[in-house]
């Protein structure tokens, strides 16, 4: 197929598109390479893959409506995995103009390019930030998420709505997948695993947050990966058995549309999260205990029975594993 990755400079961006191109997809891949960090390493990641066969790359920012046009006018995708996005929960407490113009006005941007050009199927990145303020473990998308507690998290909540909506409208089947805490070899350096390692191989303290209590759903990036393309390949449909009068917020009647939760259900503390990285590294953390912070929410526990249903999910790897891996990536990467 030929398939449009937004995001193939990011985390999860590039190893999708590895794992397309690998199996003989044809990509086109969409970025704009911002500095919200280190855009060495974001060009580290697409050397990877623009050299590979079947890969086109645009330098595009979804904000820009014109562009989009032509790249879908042009490329003409028969599916499209949207990926890209203003992350970070905490940097949209400073900068919230930058998330409504990527993860808003951006998809919005995507939205239109499938409705206009017959897209088979859309899937889109949304979060497990979306559960705000949910208590009730472990998290399962037929529970309500009307009480985000980031703009990130309100910014991803509205593309599901979005989505929904267009499903409806046009006829474009699409798929959310909420991410849990997705981690692993080319990650972000603004996620804890990247900013402990580098941390600790210098000898300086850790910030642990909620004094290390709090569990994540902490999910290798390449059982994401698998996630995504598995879905990609089965076209959401409606829901036959959905009712107006107790309506599911996980599928629809009236569109082809499905939300599922995408990450590990074994849920692993944070202080045993350091635990195996100091283990990788052969050195002790110094830990600066500090609160909660604003925001952020106690515990995450994913629940994929319904991933696992549709498309036979199932996480394989494993903290121990996943961040030995990492660890020795980064170690290569940046020569220490």
């Not at 859309?122 to 998308?141: I, Q, W």
């Not at 290798?220 to 959401?236: C, K, N, Q, W």
């Not at 929410?297 to 394989?316: G, N």
């Amino acid at each position: 197929m030929k398939i449009l990755v937004t995001g193939t400079a990011g985390f999860i961006g590039s190893h999708v598109a590895m794992r397309l191109l690998e199996r003989g997809d044809e990509v086109i891949g969409l970025d704009n390479l911002n500095d919200y960090y280190d855009v060495s390493l974001k060009k580290a990641r697409l050397a990877r893959i623009q050299g590979q066969p079947g890969y086109t790359h645009v330098h595009a920012d979804l904000a820009d409506r014109e562009v989009i046009e032509t790249v879908f006018a042009h490329h003409k995708p028969q599916r499209v995995i949207h990926l890209a996005a203003q992350a970070g929960v905490r940097y949209a407490a400073q900068n919230p103009h930058v998330y409504v113009s990527s993860n808003v006005t951006g998809f919005l941007h995507v939205l239109e390019g499938c409705r206009h050009h017959g897209v088979e199927h859309l899937v889109f990145a949304s979060t497990s930030s979306v559960y705000g303020a949910n208590r009730s473990m472990p998290f399962s998308e037929h529970q309500p998420t009307e009480h985000p507690l980031t703009l990130y998290a309100a910014t991803k909540k509205a593309n599901e709505q979005m989505a929904h909506s267009y499903a409806h409208l046009y006829d474009i089947p699409c798929t959310g997948l909420r991410f849990f805490t997705v981690y692993g070899p080319w990650g972000r350096p603004d996620m804890a695993l990247f900013l402990f390692t580098k941390a600790i191989l210098a000898g300086e303290p850790i910030k642990v947050f909620n004094h290390g209590h709090h569990k994540r759903s902490f999910t290798y990036v390449d059982d994401i990966v698998e996630g995504v393309i598995r879905t990609l390949d089965r076209v959401s449909t409606k829901d036959e058995g959905w009712r107006g009068e107790s309506p599911d917020p996980a599928t629809s009647g009236v569109a082809s549309y499905r939300i599922y939760n995408i990450g590990n259900e074994q849920p692993v503390e944070l202080l045993r999260y350091i635990e195996v990285l100091e283990q990788c590294l052969g050195r002790k953390a110094q830990m600066e205990m500090l609160p909660l912070q604003a925001g952020d929410v106690p515990d995450t526990e994913a629940d994929v029975s319904a991933l696992s249903t549709m498309v036979d999910y199932r996480p394989q790897i494993g903290v121990d594993e996943g961040i030995a891996r990492f660890v020795e990536w980064y170690r290569e990467y940046y020569g220490v």
